[in-house]
């Protein structure tokens, strides 16, 4: 099969792809055909080994110490169910499903093993391979961090970086939740996030949210880029601030997957995707992420 495999750590012209032996699979997993996947922060992440100094040696250990130990990057990813293991039960063959890898990866490829037990659900009828795909890593960290603020129907809820992976789909879980929404983003991607169903949109590069005398019951930076301190003037008495930086890692378990499908079932939240890319092209993909700009998310198609 053919896969896109990190040889070192370095800048995208590392990922090479390659024809590698298929996957076998055993009693208790599944082997996957995949259709699409994405590229996400925690693939260029990976591939540039971008580490802390004092978290360096123990990271390379971790991740390998030449070259990362799992070498098909990728953690989200949308197929069909081609082969079941003699213990599996609760998939069959010709599932169509999507998956949250985390750092297992493997979604850079034609074909991956996934356990049973594995982050998986199935991929509601009405909603594309590359919609599921984009939708995990995303949906899942908003879920979980809005959650963690405590959301209430009622509240004023902002979202900073509100035209991200994890910004669209926050606005829009926040407005299902039954807030009232305010999104702060660049100047370019101000209608986008209106269209997700924000209240509000306040451009970030014009002005200082923190000024303009509103108070919010959860203020969540989704991007990592503001301080709790910075935002204690724009908080409720008792607001809550969340941030993807410095708070953990989101814990997903595999009844949100089920929600999540559910609310894309019934088209309650939808994936925004940038651009999309063939898998030979997944350096030229790593090089625009990198970049910072991208809208939403970033498909990479492995199986037309």
């Known amino acids: 099969m053919k896969a896109m495999v990190c040889t070192q750590y370095g800048s995208p ?26 590229v996400t922060a925690g693939d260029i992440r990976v591939r540039t080994f971008n580490s802390p100094l004092l978290l360096w040696l123990p990271m390379r250990i971790v991740l390998g110490l030449r070259k990362p130990r799992k070498p098909v990057l990728g953690v989200e990813l949308a197929g069909e169910i081609m082969t079941v293991g003699p213990k599996v039960t609760r998939f069959k063959k010709g599932d169509q499903i999507f998956a949250l890898t985390g750092m297992n990866f493997g979604g850079h490829a034609e074909y991956t093993c996934l356990p049973e037990g594995a982050l998986m659900a199935i991929k509601p009828s009405n909603v594309s391979y590359e919609e599921a795909a984009s939708v995990l890593f995303g949906a899942t960290t908003a879920l979980y961090f809005l959650r963690k603020g405590h959301i209430q129907k009622g509240q004023k809820v902002l979202i900073y970086g509100a035209s991200g992976a994890v910004g669209t789909y926050a606005v829009q879980l926040a407005k299902y939740f039954g807030t009232e929404v305010t999104g702060v983003c660049s100047t370019a991607n101000l209608e986008m996030v209106k269209s997700l ?7 970030y590069m014009e002005e200082d949210f923190t000024n303009r005398g509103d108070y919010y019951d959860i203020i969540f930076d989704a991007v990592g880029k503001i301080s709790k301190s910075s935002c204690k003037k724009a908080l409720t008495p008792n607001g809550s601030y969340v941030t993807v930086d410095g708070q953990g890692i989101a814990k997903v378990r595999v009844e949100d997957l089920d929600y999540l499908g559910e609310l894309m079932e019934k088209r309650e939240i939808r994936s925004v995707i ?31």
């Open 13 to 38: 012209d590392v990922l090479m792809l390659k024809e590698v032996d298929a996957p076998v699979p055993k009693e208790n997993e599944v082997l996957v055909k995949i259709y699409a996947s994405t």
């Open 197 to 203: 169903g924000a209240d509000k949109v306040i451009d």
């Open 274 to 304: 940038d651009r999309f890319y063939l898998l030979k092209e997944l350096a030229e993909a790593h090089r625009y992420v990198e970049k910072g700009h991208k809208k939403g998310n970033v498909v990479i198609k492995i199986t037309s």
